[in-house]
């Protein structure tokens, strides 16, 4: 067929559809690789054209174009030369033009090639990009019909998906046209039309003559101008199709083929597999938001436990032990001064149960410090420090920067315990002599930190290790729980830096 012509008539250059009679005398020279040259008005033109005469023409000159391999490109004509006849030296001289329109021809048509690969390659980095972005399946499917459509040039498509709600339903929603999407609403179960027949065989349908195939939507062809389609199922290994993608072409463009079918069934496989991966990553998400809900669960009510058993301790085994002490004393009263051996041993008992009662009351503290619920997260982390001095001999500098805001309960809260576990870890393993803590307000987030001098590690391998980093894993739930992030950098030999920075609940400044 030829696709494309220009005339040159009267000193101008203009667009040249051909009739029948041209079309067939430049498709024979095209086919048959020969010249054409006419002088007597009354030859038989070869391919059925007639005769020069019959159209009006004195004479006529035609070449085809031939490539090195002797492939037609096309062909030329050349009609009713003035002054004469065509001579054996305008033969030779169009088939030199002819050579040089060849070289031309080839490097016209290896330029168009280069582009349409350029934008097939472009199309597919762009629906790989789409694929890495672990989109949702409508929108998928939408970045597989745009993409596709470049690669194989399409005038048009859509694309459907299963609903859950109503087994064996498949619903389109827009059509792709010109470079959007156009409002569209098609449902298709097995059996109705190309997708229907496409779900129901799960294999993919040519219809290169759309208007006239049993399974063609008329009112679809006549809105988009469809003359070809090409249908291929979505479906993961071993499943039974969940979508389906059309492609169309005008009635004027090339037909699909095969080898087209077996591409975009290679797209359509990565797309399954990407929607199978994006279902169990939504999946993994919502387990991990389980999780997380129970761990926050489980922290606030360990925390109202911890205060619970602080406070029983305080009232109930404080109390009984206050008991205890005041009777020992009314005991000792009564007890004669001679022999001095009970007095002694009721002296001793006494000492005994002030050593209890100072042992209950700091346990009960750092279950769950009073001073975090009454007076604030400052109050308590000084109270913190100063334990840590006495009982670990770890100088511990504050720098709290004036803070006495109150936070919300939840963020004090984690706040103090990531304090806690850290100085811990420190007393107990850095061998170091000081430690500084710092809490800062930074409007839009409030930062812990805690420093110390001691003799550090490898923070990738106590991440990495097998039960290692429990304080550190316990620091990051906290943290997480509260949209937060943790940051510890250590090196052996030159001290740890942990920092928690925790969003500010509320409007910025955070008090």
Not at 320 to 335: D, I, S, T, Y
Not at 382 to 403: I, K, M, N, P
Request: charged fraction near 20%.
């Amino acid at each position: 067929a030829i696709q494309a012509a220009a005339g040159w008539e009267w000193g101008a250059l203009r667009p040249l559809e051909p009739d029948a009679e041209v079309h067939r005398l430049l498709l024979w020279m095209a086919q048959s690789r020969q010249p054409l040259l006419a002088n007597d008005p009354t030859q038989i033109l070869p391919g059925g054209a007639g005769t020069p005469a019959a159209r009006g023409w004195r004479n006529l000159l035609g070449f085809p174009f031939l490539n090195h391999q002797g492939r037609p490109l096309g062909a030329f004509l050349v009609i009713d030369r003035r002054g004469g006849s065509f001579t054996q030296l305008d033969a030779e001289s169009a088939n030199v033009q002819a050579l040089v329109a060849t070289v031309g021809l080839e490097r016209a048509l290896l330029l168009e090639r280069l582009e349409d690969w350029t934008r097939g390659l472009e199309a597919l980095l762009s629906f790989s990009a789409a694929v890495n972005q672990h989109l949702d399946p409508p929108a998928l499917v939408r970045h597989l019909v745009e993409h596709a459509a470049r690669f194989l040039k399409a005038s048009g498509g859509l694309a459907g998906l299963a609903r859950g709600e109503e087994p064996g339903l498949f619903v389109a929603d827009a059509y792709w046209h010109a470079g959007t999407w156009v409002a569209l609403h098609r449902t298709f179960r097995p059996g109705d039309g190309l997708p229907g027949l496409v779900l129901e065989s799960e294999f993919p349908y040519l219809a290169n003559d759309y208007l006239s195939d049993r399974l063609g939507d008329p009112e679809l062809a006549a809105t988009f101008g469809i003359g070809r389609a090409l249908c291929v199922p979505l479906r993961h290994a071993g499943t039974a199709p969940f979508g389906f993608f059309e492609l169309h072409r005008g009635a004027g463009q090339p037909p699909f083929t095969w080898q087209d079918a077996t591409f975009l069934e290679s797209l359509a496989n990565t797309t399954a597999v990407a929607i199978e991966n994006a279902a169990l990553l939504s999946e993994v998400e919502a387990k991990s938001r389980q999780v997380r809900a129970l761990s926050a669960h489980n922290v606030t009510r360990l925390e109202e436990e911890r205060r619970h058993i602080a406070r029983e301790l305080h009232d109930e085994a404080g109390q009984a032990l206050v008991g205890v002490k005041l009777a020992l004393q009314v005991m000792a009263r009564l007890v004669p001064a001679e022999p001095p051996t009970l007095r002694e041993q009721l002296d001793q008992l006494r000492d005994h149960v002030n050593r209890a009662t100072s042992q209950i009351k700091d346990l009960a503290r750092r279950l769950r410090p009073p001073a975090l619920d009454q007076l604030g997260l400052d109050v308590a982390l000084r109270q913190l420090a100063s334990e840590v001095e006495h009982r670990a001999g770890l100088a511990v500098e504050l720098d709290l920067q004036g803070f006495s805001a109150r936070l919300p309960q939840p963020v004090e809260t984690a706040l103090f315990r990531v304090a806690q576990e850290a100085l811990t870890n420190v007393a107990a393993h850095a061998e170091a002599a000081r430690a500084r803590v710092t809490l800062e307000d930074r409007g839009e987030e409030i930062v812990l930190s805690v420093v110390d001098d001691g003799r550090g590690f490898d923070v990738h391998a106590t991440q990495s290790s097998l039960g290692g980093g429990l304080g550190l894993l316990g620091i990051r739930e906290r943290v997480a729980m509260l949209d937060g992030r943790v940051d510890l950098t250590s090196t052996p030999g030159a001290g740890t830096a942990l920092r928690v920075l925790v969003p500010c609940p509320g409007e910025p400044p955070c008090p």
